[in-house]
């Protein structure tokens, strides 16, 4: 079956633009998890969707947001970029957590 | 809130010698356990997991990690490296409900032929 799907793979945008990234989960999965991954701070949690809501949030600030379709699609957007918002980010879905999550191939997103 | 300890940020063996990747976590009730590995440019690939039962739990490649709840570890041991080893290993835990996960810093495990 269909792995987790993340578009696109390679994003450059400057200081103060906004930008937004997608993340299809495999079928049947309702949960979809997002994470930042940079080389100073590791896997940070951003946010969990489920059933279209949001279900767990970290601790980013308001710039970061997300949101989920009813086919369990999830998107992210980071607005007013900042040069520190360069990083990998990871889409994860999952059917039930003990189950473990599957991830994306990630976003690598450079601000200039 | 849970925590998780991976001890080395660096490990470094040689072909067919024993791997270790130690992980210690930190959490108030019985947690739920993973391991991933991520190859460069891609994403996290999970290796195992433990959640409830058997203690020693064997995954994918020939790894496989063994729960010590008194110890509170969950080291991930490969008896024989392989060269396509080479990556980094992220141990994970999550409480057992709807608890996102949290990960360890990170081990780059290198092998030298």
């Known amino acids: 079956k269909a792995g987790v799907t993340q578009t696109p793979r390679y994003l450059i945008k400057t200081r103060g633009q906004q930008v937004t990234l997608s993340c299809s989960p495999i079928s049947g999965h309702r949960s979809v998890s997002w994470y930042q991954q940079t080389p100073g701070q590791g896997l940070q949690f951003l946010f969990e969707?489920?059933?279209?809501?949001?279900?767990n949030k970290g601790n980013f600030p308001g710039r970061f947001s997300g949101r989920q379709f009813s086919n369990s699609r999830s998107e992210m957007n980071v607005s007013t970029l900042e040069l520190g918002d360069s990083a990998l980010y990871l889409c994860?879905?999952?059917?039930?957590?003990?189950?473990?999550?599957?991830f994306g191939s990630g976003t690598r997103l450079t601000v200039v | 809130a849970q925590s998780v300890t991976q001890l080395g940020s660096h490990v470094s063996v040689s072909e067919g010698a024993l791997v270790l990747l130690r992980c210690n976590y930190s959490?108030?009730?019985?947690?739920?356990l993973f391991w991933y590995v991520q190859y460069p440019n891609q994403g996290l690939q999970l290796l195992l997991k433990y959640t409830t039962g058997a203690t020693l739990v064997k995954g994918i490649n020939g790894f496989e990690a063994e729960f010590k709840k008194s110890e509170t570890s969950f080291h991930l041991t490969k008896p024989s490296a392989h060269m396509s080893d080479a990556a980094e290993y992220f141990c994970a835990v999550t409480l057992s409900g709807n608890t996102p996960l949290v990960f360890g810093k990170g081990t780059r495990l290198s092998v030298i032929a």
């Open positions: 994860a879905s999952s059917l039930r957590q003990s189950g473990g999550y599957t």
């Open positions: 969707y489920f059933s279209e809501t949001q279900r």
């Open positions: 959490s108030s009730v019985p947690p739920y």
